[in-house]
């Protein structure tokens, strides 16, 4: 039966692609978070820095710190090689997007220990074709970029754990960082991944070089970081100060999801 579904699976995945690609710059309209991350964006790429031009008067020019520079410099990276544009710009969301669908499936794989077959492709569809993650991949925002960085993580540790590999828990640890400098927002889920690795030292399947290994390019990547905000204290009065000096908004209750609500 996986046979018989594989072709057809195969071409209405083909037209999906297709749809997403020329549907892009079509909807949904650009909002505000897409025109000031583009902006952002665009700022970085010309500049080199992190100002919001779209709302610079009301920032007093001031660079914004509290999602960090990953989604900002691969979306440069596309105005590099592509110029700016609207399809420009979502364009990084939804390539990572589709790695995010990859990368649930060999999760899947490696727990459940099976091949590829007949409910994997159901899944996908099912995936692919959700409203929200549909909307999410048109969308010009760095959750699923972030997404796939900490799946990436989940997914390396679990072979890491598996063969004992010590050079992947660099990895994991490298993708762990670069999720975190693409929205903050992922560190909850970090802070569980933290608990699993904790509690698999204690039980002695880790040893305390893979957790070093594991630990310390977190610690180099999101230390470099701190640096460039400027220090320890400017760090966190990124974090604990008011967005836009205002004093409307503080950033960990209305950005971070201290009021327990978590996108």
């Not at 914004?64 to 410099?73: L, M, N, Q, R, S």
């Not at 048109?138 to 590999?165: C, N, P, T």
């Not at 640890?173 to 693409?182: D, P, S």
């Not at 904790?198 to 999101?222: D, E, M, R, S, T």
């Amino acid at each position: 039966m996986f046979t018989t579904l594989k072709l057809p699976f195969l071409i209405c995945l083909f037209f999906y692609l297709c749809y997403l690609f020329f549907s892009i710059e079509l909807q949904p309209m650009p909002w505000f978070d897409e025109t000031f991350f583009a902006s952002m964006a665009h700022n970085y790429w010309l500049h080199a820095t992190l100002v919001p031009e779209i709302s610079a008067t009301v920032m007093h020019q001031n660079q914004v710190f509290i999602y960090g520079p990953v989604y900002f410099v691969l979306t440069g990276l596309s105005f590099d090689c592509f110029g700016f544009g609207v399809w420009q710009f979502r364009i990084v969301t939804m390539i990572f997007g589709l790695a995010v669908i990859l990368i649930m499936m060999l999760l899947k794989k490696r727990l459940v220990k099976q091949s590829w077959g007949t409910w994997d492709m159901v899944w996908v569809i099912i995936l692919l074709t959700d409203p929200f993650f549909n909307l999410s991949l048109h969308e010009g925002r760095m959750d699923l970029v972030a997404l796939f960085f900490m799946l990436m993580a989940i997914y390396s540790l679990l072979i890491a754990v598996e063969k004992s590999q010590n050079a992947l828990f660099v990895l994991v640890g490298i993708c762990v960082a670069l999720a975190v400098l693409t929205t903050p927002r992922l560190g909850f889920i970090v802070m569980a991944c933290g608990a699993a690795v904790i509690y698999l030292w204690a039980q002695q399947k880790l040893n305390f070089l893979q957790v070093a290994l594991l630990a310390l390019p977190i610690l180099v990547i999101y230390g470099s970081w701190i640096h460039f905000c400027g220090g320890l204290n400017s760090f966190i009065d990124v974090y604990f100060a008011h967005f836009d000096k205002s004093g409307t908004q503080d950033t960990v209750f209305n950005y971070i999801g201290a009021d327990f609500y978590i996108p």
